[in-house]
């Protein structure tokens, strides 16, 4: 069956643009994470859906990062006025249960990247 | 933050070899998890051991768990080009159903 998908797979912006990352989860799924990756270095948790609800958003580095997922499926994360920093591969995952202790189905990610 | 370190950061081995990889944490968890990421692309889960599970088989990969010494190790079995990857190991803790990610274990199985 499909998988986790993600788009775009790259995107470049210039310094200051808003970006918009969408996550197509796995069918079903309730829980939805997104984690950012930095080159080098493990995946680190962003914020965490279940259903519709962000449950917890302490991962957002600044207030210029948003998540929505308003019909309990499809997710985007927003960046507003991007900064180099924030030049990272952005990973999506979905989960069927709302607890931990089960396997999460990762998408291929969106590598942005800020000029 | 990452919640742990892995050892070693890079390994290169000739296939048929074993591989092992270990993983330290710093909380209390209830599971543990391993995930492989090949070059540009996203995770993919290997294995799950639970905090009173100290051993746990799939096929060609042995995890261990000791929860007294806050580690676990990966080990795959009679290796091949095709496990070359990153491997990380992750954990949940008491915080719901969020991963937290140590740095990885780059793995190169040279044929």
């Known amino acids: 069956g499909a998988g986790v998908s993600q788009s775009p797979r790259y995107k470049v912006a210039k310094r200051g643009q808003d970006v918009a990352l969408r996550c197509d989860p796995i069918s079903g799924h309730v829980s939805l994470f997104w984690y950012q990756q930095a080159l080098g270095q493990g995946p680190e948790f962003l914020t965490y859906f279940q259903n519709e609800a962000q449950l917890d958003k302490s991962g957002l580095p600044s207030d210029r990062f948003f998540a929505e997922r308003p019909e309990g499926s499809v997710s985007t994360l927003k960046i507003q006025r991007t900064q180099q920093e924030d030049s990272a591969v952005y990973l999506c995952?979905?989960?069927?249960?709302?607890?931990?202790?089960?396997?999460?189905?990762f998408g291929p990610g969106t590598r942005l990247t800020v000029t | 933050s990452q919640q742990g370190e892995e050892d070693p950061q890079a390994l290169s081995i000739q296939e048929g070899e074993n591989a092992t990889m270990n993983c330290s944490y710093k909380?209390?968890?209830?599971?543990l998890q391993w995930y492989r990421q090949n070059s540009g692309r996203g995770l993919v889960h290997l294995i799950l051991?639970?905090?009173?599970?100290r051993e746990k088989h799939s096929g060609r990969l042995r995890v261990t768990l000791d929860t007294s010494k806050k580690s676990s190790s990966l080990l795959i079995t009679a290796s091949r080009a095709a496990d070359t990857a990153s491997y990380f190991c992750?954990?949940?803790?008491?915080?719901?159903?969020?991963?937290?990610f140590g740095q990885g274990t780059e793995l190169s199985v040279k044929p």
């Open positions: 051991i639970r905090s009173n599970e």
């Open positions: 995952a979905s989960s069927l249960y709302t607890s931990g202790g089960y396997e999460q189905y």
């Open positions: 992750a954990t949940d803790g008491n915080q719901g159903g969020k991963l937290i």
């Open positions: 909380t209390s968890i209830n599971n």
